[in-house]
């Protein structure tokens, strides 16, 4: 039977220093080898940034990480930048019980009323998910980047719903069910954490420049626009299956 369209490890490391010179001495500054800098992996990589003073231009206070992450800011800065966006197909799901029209007497088509609903995930992030939790998360840093596009529901917000009822015949020998395929949307970037490098102290040692990189992915359902203000449905393709008895 026809469709119905329904109407919406790879880790960057580098470490930049200079001599510093005070008068005619010169100081040498050991840099991280490269086997220590194998050893940040994305994970690590993205505990720093949501510890970071400033992610995405947004200042930040200690008070925003949960206390597990210690107290200090763990980089100065934490950027996202997005490298694509698409949207591709999901996976195909049966959303209602079968209609049988199985009897052995039938002679005519079975008139039935095939009425659903179904919940598409948002949200769902490569690493930004791992980093929810009572300090608040990251992933809320990303709504701008995702909602520039058109279709997209807000972040924060857990699923959206696609839905249908109509009145559809099952012929004699047949049985009928529902399935929804979700149009989803696919947004990759990576996050970009950065350490200024910072002068020998006193007391304390040279600092060199650090620019980390952990790539991201976050996926969501298309939204389709609500009318007058009603929340957006989830966008996607409803099929009739019609299998013998």
């Given at each position: 039977m026809a469709k119905r369209r329904f109407k919406n490890k790879k880790v960057r490391y580098v470490a930049i220093a200079a001599a510093i010179t005070s008068g005619a001495a010169v100081a040498t500054v050991l840099l991280p080898s490269a086997n220590a800098a194998e050893e940040k992996t994305p994970d690590e990589i993205?505990?720093?940034?949501?510890?970071?003073?400033?992610?995405?231009?947004?200042?930040?206070?200690?008070?925003?990480?949960?206390?597990?992450?210690?107290?200090?800011?763990?980089?100065?800065?934490?950027?996202?930048?997005?490298?694509?966006?698409?949207?591709?197909?999901?996976?195909?799901?049966?959303?209602?019980?079968?209609?049988?029209?199985?009897?052995?007497?039938?002679?005519?088509?079975?008139?039935?009323?095939?009425?659903?609903?179904?919940?598409?995930?948002?949200?769902?992030?490569?690493?930004?998910?791992?980093?929810?939790?009572?300090?608040?998360?990251?992933?809320?840093?990303?709504?701008g980047s995702w909602q520039k596009h058109k279709g997209t529901l807000d972040l924060t917000i857990e699923s959206a719903t696609a839905s249908e009822s109509e009145e559809r015949e099952v012929p004699v020998g047949k049985v009928l069910s529902m399935e929804f395929t979700p149009r989803m949307q696919r947004m990759t970037g990576i996050w970009k954490v950065h350490i200024d490098a910072r002068e020998q102290g006193t007391v304390t040692p040279a600092q060199p420049e650090v620019n980390l990189e952990a790539e991201e992915v976050v996926e969501g359902p298309s939204i389709l626009e609500g009318a007058a203000g009603a929340p957006g449905r989830a966008d996607g393709t409803s099929k009739a299956v019609l299998t013998d008895c």
């Open positions: 993205m505990a720093m940034c949501h510890r970071a003073a400033k992610i995405n231009g947004e200042q930040r206070s200690v008070s925003d990480f949960d206390a597990r992450f210690g107290d200090g800011f763990a980089a100065d800065t934490c950027d996202f930048q997005e490298t694509n966006f698409e949207t591709f197909d999901g996976p195909t799901e049966k959303v209602t019980v079968d209609f049988p029209n199985c009897e052995p007497n039938a002679t005519d088509p079975a008139k039935v009323t095939t009425e659903w609903s179904t919940a598409v995930a948002q949200g769902k992030g490569k690493y930004t998910v791992t980093q929810q939790g009572a300090g608040g998360g990251i992933l809320g840093f990303l709504s």
